[in-house]
Each structure stands twice: as structure tokens, then as C-alpha cells.
């Protein structure tokens, strides 16, 4: 009996041993500044200027909301949503679905207004699919993807090969709804809300996120009440033609040092609230920084 008893203790008592020199080990590799020091670190270098021809502004009850449209891995819908916006399709339509924590879904709800310029539907653009590996901010894989990371400001993921790229549904990605049929994606748009459902993943075709603005979609009404137009969408716009909104947003570039220098003061957080380091971060779980300046308009005198 003790020949079995004592290896399985030394086995317990190694184990333990070298599970405190991996807990002593990240304590030494925990990042010397807290997440908000890396960003005030960060020069003019690490951030890239968002064109505003790749801008919507949402202009919703209780203020505006701007969504960054990500044309790489979804140009169909980028180029169709901006037809749309400009052919004035959205003014005076509503965000009819909210569904608490989940989504809130917006567009021609009785699906009645007229298309004039703009396809009536878009072909699915779940993943992008490039001939050679596509590179990426690497974080790691999870239960929905093998390998997940950041793209041009976006939280993205692949497959194990990296010819596979699609967006990710954290909160606050920008969507096209669909019926069935996976290319009948039309009008209808939705904003995640809560934490991202990812099981929508490469099901749905994702192609933008909000920059600024996501507590408007939040504080919109649950409930239709009589007599008041429910959630009404005054307008989207593409900001590039607007005359009368100079905002200029910058995006932290992801594929910078101070971003990747950001990815380790997210894993383990040296403030000294925290007594646990978990040395881990998901990819829903990096807020990508994005700030934004505001030009302001001449008065003609």
C-alpha cells in the first residue's frame, strides 16, 4: 500500500510545487502599466483615422449613435447599406425589436417602403476567404473558433488554417437580420446589446460596430405605448455626407505594440484592486479605444 500512496503523494506535493513557480512566474511577467496607462501612452502613431465614407450615424431619440463599417470582410453590405442611407431609405423608420441583453433591430418593419437605388437583398458574407493566412492580432481560440484576435480595429475570428475571417459578435457589433434563407438579408440591421451572442457566429453576416453611441440603443423603450411613435429612427446617414458634423474618430491601430501592450494589461490587471491575475483575456472582453474630435463648422457672419 505505501508503495502506491507515497508516488501519489510526491505527485501531489510536485504538482503543487510547480504550480505555485507558474503563479510566482506571472506575477513576474505582469505588465508594469494598468490598461489606462497603456492608451495615455499611446502617440499619434498607434491611432488610425476612421474615413468617414465608412461612418453610419443612427440618429435615434435621445441622441446620435456612429457605426464603422468594416468593408474588408463584408463590402457587399457596406456598399448596400450606404446606397440605402443615401437614397434616404431609413428617415422616419424605428428600431421595432428589443430584446433585453440581446439585440435591438431596426429598419422598415412592415417591410412596405420602397427601394430605389439599393439591392433588395445581399448575398451572405459570413466569413471572408483568402487564398494565403490572413494576418491578425492573435489573442486565442475558444469554443467558437480556433483562433480569435483583432482586425483593423475589429474583434475577428478564423479558422486554424487563417483562411477564414469573419467578425464576432461581441457587444455592440452592427448586423444585417435575415430570414431563412441564408441571402435574404435585405433592410433590416441590429445592434448586439449585453454580452454578444456568439452562437450567431458565421451564421449572420456582421459588418461594423459602434463607435460611439451604444448607451442611445440601450436607453430605447421596451415597450410601444399609445400615442407615441415607438423608437423612431429620424435618419441614418453616411457622416462623409454630412455637411453638418465634422466628427473626426480615431481608432487605436490593433496591430500596434501599444495595443498588444494593452492585450497583457488586460490579462493581468496590475490596479491594486485586483489580488487575482488570470493572465487571460477573450475577445469579446478588449474594449478596442476609440475616441473622437470635433471640427467645428464656420459661422457665416
Known amino acids: 500500500m505505501k508503495k502506491i ?11 503543487g510545487c510547480a504550480q505555485q513557480l507558474g503563479d510566482d512566474v506571472a506575477k513576474q511577467e505582469l505588465p508594469l502599466l494598468s490598461a489606462s496607462e497603456v492608451i495615455a501612452s499611446a502617440t499619434d502613431n498607434d491611432w488610425r483615422v476612421v474615413n468617414a465614407q465608412n461612418i453610419l450615424k443612427i440618429t435615434l431619440p435621445t441622441g446620435d449613435a456612429y457605426i464603422e463599417l468594416n468593408e ?19 428617415k422616419n423608420t424605428s428600431v421595432y425589436r428589443f430584446v433585453e441583453g440581446f439585440v435591438a433591430q431596426g429598419g422598415d418593419s412592415l417591410g412596405k417602403k420602397l427601394i430605389k437605388t439599393a439591392d433588395k437583398t445581399v448575398p451572405a458574407e459570413f466569413y471572408l476567404t483568402t487564398n494565403k493566412p490572413l494576418l491578425i492580432t492573435e489573442l486565442n481560440g475558444d469554443g467558437y473558433a480556433p483562433v480569435t484576435g483583432f482586425l483593423n480595429g475589429f474583434a ?7 483562411t477564414q475571417t469573419w467578425q464576432v459578435h461581441c457587444s455592440g457589433v452592427f448586423a444585417m437580420a435575415r430570414d431563412n434563407d441564408k441571402n435574404s438579408a435585405s433592410t433590416e440591421f441590429f445592434v448586439t446589446i449585453g454580452q454578444g451572442p456568439r452562437y450567431l457566429d458565421k451564421n449572420i453576416t456582421v459588418f461594423g460596430r459602434v463607435l460611439e453611441g451604444i448607451e442611445h440603443f440601450n436607453r430605447l423603450a421596451r415597450i410601444p405605448t399609445e400615442g407615441n ?38 490579462k493581468n490587471r496590475v490596479e491594486p484592486w485586483f489580488v487575482k491575475a488570470h493572465n487571460y483575456v477573450d475577445v469579446c472582453g478588449m474594449p478596442i479605444p476609440t475616441k473622437r474630435e470635433v471640427i467645428p463648422i464656420p459661422i457665416n457672419s
Not at 5 to 15: D, G, H, N
Not at 72 to 87: D, F, M, S, T, Y
Not at 156 to 162: F, R
Open 5 to 15: 500512496i507515497l508516488p501519489a503523494l510526491l505527485s501531489v506535493l510536485l504538482s
Open 72 to 90: 474588408q470582410l463584408a463590402p457587399k453590405h457596406v456598399q448596400n447599406i450606404k446606397k440605402l442611407a443615401r437614397e434616404g431609405f431609413y
Open 156 to 162: 475577428v475570428a478564423q479558422n486554424s488554417a487563417h
Open 229 to 266: 411613435a415607438f423608437n423612431p429612427i429620424t435618419n441614418i446617414q453616411v457622416l462623409g455626407d454630412v455637411q453638418s458634423d465634422k466628427s473626426i474618430f480615431k481608432v487605436m491601430k490593433t496591430n500596434s505594440s501599444v495595443f498588444k501592450n494593452l492585450i497583457s494589461a488586460r
